[in-house]
């Protein structure tokens, strides 16, 4: 199964940006585009729903993250981008990218997320 490598996690000052990517490494083309990809975020141990997009281009977002962020995902690089505008301390969180067909769901080892002036 491919692994999901996660980057572009750091520190940010509130209203900044930051880019998070993952890769869907050793996973060949055709069963990346099978999956729904998404990203998720934990604090302590509640994990929640940031955003998802479907194989179709479909995306869900979580309510505290509408307009401010935004998911993208590109089958030929086997990538899956989030775009975090507007950042607010509420966000800070261990972001996880996800990758989910059915009830089978996979998740990468998480990138640090840090809003704070």
């Known amino acids: 199964q491919g692994q999901l490598v996660e980057s572009g996690g750091g520190l940010v000052r509130p209203g900044g940006s930051l880019r998070l990517s993952c890769t869907a490494s050793?996973?060949?083309?055709?069963?990346?585009?099978?999956?729904?990809m998404g990203w998720y975020r934990q604090v302590g141990n509640q994990r929640e729903l940031v955003a998802t997009i479907?194989?179709?281009?479909?995306?869900n977002y979580s309510d505290s993250v509408k307009g401010r962020f935004t998911i993208s995902r590109n089958g030929s690089r086997k990538t899956v981008v989030l775009q975090m505008n507007g950042l607010k301390p509420d966000d800070t969180a261990v972001y996880y990218c996800?990758?989910?067909?059915?009830?089978?769901?996979?998740w990468g080892q998480g990138t640090q997320v840090t809003v704070s002036s």
């Open positions: 479907t194989s179709d281009g479909r995306t």
């Open positions: 050793r996973m060949i083309t055709s069963t990346f585009n099978m999956y729904t």
């Open positions: 996800s990758r989910q067909l059915g009830s089978d769901i996979s």
